[in-house]
């Protein structure tokens, strides 16, 4: 959509918002928003765009409350601000919006997360992305190495990249807003995200971007929008498979679900954030024991987590209850960085390898 | 030399007094810090049961001054029956003398080794004698003693004696210095505050470095004391038995039937029977084999409860409330005393209260007050059965949240009175855990926990009714302004949503067109009378309405309009002035008003 046609739907729609409360006022209504119940219980499988997406549940929120009716007045305000940044053609941060509610007395946020929330709501409502309300995020610094190239659009002029031989050894890093992006071509028979910056590292000092012809991305842990929207673009219009390589416990496997099937926060954009063809790597349960690799035991917080992903229905497979169920009998997790234990080049050498051809990617 | 001759050599006996010099904490002793309260504490006690023993209302002065340096000098004075001369000494300087020892009955000393502890422990640190003064009625003069503890024959020794006059007719006082710091002054002030709490008949006032604190009686009631009993069969052990045995000259079924509470003949002849013993053999005769038989006996044999009316004294539901009333400030409180019960053969009796809200902390976790017959557990909560039968409740079903202890502005009293309170050392801190004195605890708790339930979702109820009203009040309006202002329209009247969601009196003023606005609208679906008072610089000379009545001059006037509103009807009156000072309405429920000020505001 082009950037005019952008703003002037991002205004209706957030000014029919306010357009909506001022009838209820006038009709002697008390003012309300519908939004979908944002919990796990509320997630359905989408089998057109296949991945979770929010169900029917709706819950109303009426200014009937203090509560409530606090809510909608940030809301208001909230919208009051970004109808003037959207007119003046200005951006902000998350973290700028929150700042700037501190003159708005009653209405002032008490902390980050009540805005990002609020955000999300004003999202689900009017079916966009923050970015067309000319919001982002912070920069969260995550990285992409490997055999592609891009072009990116900066307030500096067009700037085209080969996210390796353009870049440093840390890698390219992928900007908070992803639509300024255009992937012109590469050379990659794979994409794999990785959890953790050491085993970033050693991919990158092995040298398995080349001999396996592999991008490798850098997730940070839980990764951010814009890093499930490049692997989704990626995997989209080369169609190079995702693989995911992360640690060997409870929150690691809900890292592999958000870039697979769509977080529980963003289920509302999940068409465009996941990439539900994106497979898990490992390590796996079974790695531990086949591999024999070091390992801690369970704390009552993992057993906890893993019992919840049991009943979580982007977990409702035979091939992660096999898993998960095999994990608690062990009562056992192991990082990644755990293959260190056989040597630097074990996991370039023999691991992946293993793994990725028994499961077809290689 | 055989190695057991040169042993033998080093065997010898050890007295009472030197065994608590090298275990100090067993009495309470283990820090200067926690000296203060341990000996505050048993000078407390002693003078409590002492006043309760001769029916008196007592009266304690407690003062606590630095000498020099880390030298405290304690003060504890009563109104009491006074002490004989004669028992003087050994009351203060012999470790295990006391009177109530062998008797079956509430009473919160027992022993009688905590204030001779403290003069042990003066002696330790200071090696200054106690000082006594102690009068018995108008018509004796007082004496003066000054009292140290030989050691080695955990005797008394008498420094000083001497007659002096003194201003009480009856009462005791003792003047006792140690090393000590005031670190735990705080919980000093605490454990006294407890002590009132449960000790509503009492009044105690309290003096630390010139500072004074009074904790004030509330009631006038005189402690009925409670009556020695008869050990129950069930409740006793073999040496006593023997003992009592050997010192009567009775046939055995009378010896059962007069040595023992709640046996009458014909359990008397039940027990003999089981025993395989004569009913009419003398029961000094009774040795060996055939003791162990009659214990056997006795505590096989069905025999009902001991009397736990005669020898307990519960404080009483009215006067815990009363107390925890005086001392602390809460929107709810609520007391149970449950029936009294047995726990090996000792009867007791647990007594509980709940107190909520008012200035009680709203975080963290409840207050927890422990008192065994009367006496504030000041150490060792995690040890103790009280705290484990509170922490095993759920809270969470009364409403309460829960981490392990209770959460939030909660205060939970719990007082456990008995013939004998199973401590778990000597120090007294906490009580060990009983069954039946847990499950005592936790019904009584449970019981207060659905009290306190009703009142918590009633004030729930009443809370969401304000919220709504606040929300619809304060916040609708200003939602109201900054969606006129996006949409770029004019600012939409919200008082059809007021009437709508409301059941209130809505009282307004703001300013409108230079003018001061003052309304009201009545929503509570009936008609209302009421006056409207306006006290402020503004005389409403020219109000659209006219007021009853003005009066003042200067700068202050009070003026007073009378309206009378069928429901869903509005009033207003308009007139110049600053908008400022207080409005208020009377003659309305308040419960059913709304006030909203916006008169001073731009």
């Known amino acids: 959509m082009a950037k005019a046609d952008l703003d002037a739907s991002a205004l209706t729609r957030l000014l029919g918002i306010a357009g909506k409360w001022y009838d ?3 009709a002697g209504e008390v003012p ?35 509560k409530s009716a606090l809510h909608l007045l940030r809301m208001a305000f909230v919208i009051g601000f970004l109808k003037q940044q959207i007119n003046e053609n200005r951006s902000s941060t998350l973290r700028e919006l929150y700042y700037i509610s501190e003159g708005w007395r009653r209405a002032k946020f008490g902390a980050q997360d009540e805005s990002n929330l609020l955000i999300e709501d004003l999202e689900i409502l009017t079916d966009l992305q923050r970015e067309a309300f000319h919001l982002r995020p912070e920069e969260d610094g995550a990285t992409i190495f490997g055999p592609i190239r891009i072009r990116e659009s900066t307030r500096r002029g067009v700037r085209e990249i080969h996210c390796r031989d353009d870049v440093g050894e840390a890698g390219y890093q992928i900007p908070t807003n992803t639509e300024n992006l255009d992937l012109l071509d590469h050379d990659a028979r794979m994409v794999v995200a990785v959890e953790t910056g050491g085993m970033y590292a050693r991919l990158i000092e092995n040298g398995f971007d080349e001999e396996y012809s592999a991008v490798l991305v850098h997730l940070k842990g839980q990764p951010a929008r814009s890093t499930r929207r490049l692997l989704h673009r990626i995997n989209d219009q080369f169609q190079v498979p995702i693989v995911v390589f992360t640690d060997g416990d409870p929150w690691s496997y809900r890292i592999f679900a958000s870039v697979a099937y769509g977080a529980i926060k963003s289920a509302h954009i999940s068409e465009i954030l996941a990439t539900p063809r994106a497979q898990f790597v490992g390590v796996q349960p079974s790695d531990i024991r086949d591999y024999d690799l070091p390992s801690d035991h369970l704390t009552e917080r993992d057993v906890a987590a893993l019992n919840a992903e049991l009943a979580d229905p982007r977990f409702a497979s035979e091939y992660w209850h096999d898993q998960i169920k095999l994990q608690l009998q062990m009562n056992l997790k192991s990082e990644q960085q755990a293959f260190a234990a056989r040597g630097l080049d074990f996991v370039t050498r023999e691991y992946l390898p293993a793994r990725l051809s028994a499961m077809g990617v290689i | 030399m055989a190695l057991a001759d040169e042993l033998a050599r080093q065997q010898r006996s050890i007295s009472v007094a030197e065994f ?3 275990n100090k904490h067993l009495l309470g002793f283990d820090s200067p810090t926690r000296g203060v309260i341990t000996t505050v504490k048993e000078a407390v006690d002693n003078a409590l049961d002492a006043c309760e023993e001769a029916c008196i209302l007592p009266d304690l002065f407690i003062a606590i001054s630095r000498v020099r340096d880390d030298i405290f000098r304690i003060t504890v004075e009563d109104n009491g029956p006074g002490i004989v001369p004669a028992q003087v000494p050994y009351v203060f300087g012999k470790l295990l003398y006391g009177s109530r020892f062998h008797q079956i009955r509430q009473s919160r000393g027992q022993q009688g080794i905590g204030i001779s502890a403290a003069v042990l422990y003066a002696q330790l640190t200071t090696g200054t004698p106690t000082v006594v003064v102690s009068r018995t009625s108008p018509d004796t003069p007082a004496h003066r003693f000054q009292i140290q503890i030989a050691i080695m024959a955990n005797e008394p020794e008498v420094v000083g004696h001497e007659e002096v006059p003194w201003d009480r007719t009856h009462g005791t006082r003792i003047e006792i210095q140690f090393r000590s710091s005031l670190t735990a002054r705080k919980r000093l002030l605490e454990y006294l505050k407890y002590t009132s709490v449960v000790n509503p ?6 003096v630390i470095e010139d500072e004074p604190f009074l904790f004030e009686r509330v009631s006038d009631e005189v402690i009925e004391p409670p009556k020695a009993i008869q050990p129950h069969p069930h409740g006793i052990e073999l040496g006593q038995l023997k003992r009592m045995a050997a010192s ?8 059962l039937v007069q040595g023992f509470s709640r046996v009458g003949k014909k359990t008397a002849t039940d027990i003999c029977e089981r025993a395989g013993l004569s009913p009419s053999n003398p029961a000094s005769g009774i040795i ?3 003791l162990t038989r009659l214990l056997a006996a006795m505590q096989a044999v069905k025999v009902p409860a001991p009397p736990a009316g005669l020898c307990l004294s519960p404080i009483g539901e009215a006067l815990i409330v009363q107390g925890l009333e005086k001392e602390f400030q809460m929107d709810f409180v609520r007391a149970r005393t449950r029936p009294g019960s047995v726990s090996n053969g000792h009867p007791f009796m647990v007594e509980a209260a709940i107190g909520y809200g008012g200035r009680l902390n709203p975080e963290g976790n409840a207050v927890l007050i422990r008192f065994a017959n009367r006496v504030p557990l000041m150490y060792q909560q995690g040890a103790c059965a009280i705290t484990q039968a509170v922490t095993s409740m759920n809270w969470r079903s009364y409403g309460i949240s829960q981490q392990g202890l209770p959460i939030g502005p909660l205060l ?3 007082h456990v009175a008995s013939t004998s309170v199973p401590f778990t050392s000597e120090s007294k801190d906490a009580i060990a855990d009983i069954p039946e004195i847990a499950r005592e605890v936790t019904l009584a708790l449970q019981d207060l926990g659905r009290d306190l339930k009703t009142f918590l979702s009633r004030r729930d109820r009443t809370r969401l009714q304000d919220d709504r009203a606040r929300a619809v009040c304060a916040i609708l309006p200003e939602i109201a302004t900054k969606v006129a202002e996006i949409t770029e329209r004019p600012v939409p009247d919200i008082t059809p949503i007021e009437g709508r969601i409301m059941k209130y009196l809505i009282l307004k003023r703001k300013r409108l067109g230079g003018k001061v606005l003052i309304e009201a609208a009545n ?3 009936q008609s209302g009378t009421f006056m409207i008072y306006l006290i402020s610089a503004d005389s409403a000379g020219d109000a659209s309405t006219p007021p009853v009545l003005v009066t003042g001059s200067g700068g202050e006037y009070t003026v007073v309009w009378q309206v009378a509103l069928e429901p869903g009807m509005r009033w207003e009156t308009r007139f110049s002035g600053s908008g400022c000072g207080g409005l208020e309405i009377r003659g309305v429920d308040p419960g059913k008003v709304m006030v909203v000020d916006e008169g001073g505001e731009g």
């Open chain 1, 24 to 26: 209820q006022i006038v």
């Open chain 1, 32 to 66: 309300s928003i519908v939004l979908p119940t944002r919990t796990k219980r509320n997630i359905e499988y989408d089998d057109t765009t296949e991945v979770w997406k929010y169900g029917d549940r709706e819950s109303i929120r009426t200014a009937g409350t203090a």
């Open chain 2, 20 to 22: 608590f010099e090298r």
């Open chain 2, 201 to 206: 008949h009492a009044r105690i006032s309290l």
């Open chain 2, 248 to 255: 009567v000259p009775l046939p055995l079924d009378e010896f």
């Open chain 2, 288 to 290: 060996g084999d055939d």
């Open chain 2, 412 to 414: 939970v009293l719990v």
């Open chain 2, 523 to 525: 929503h509570m679906g």
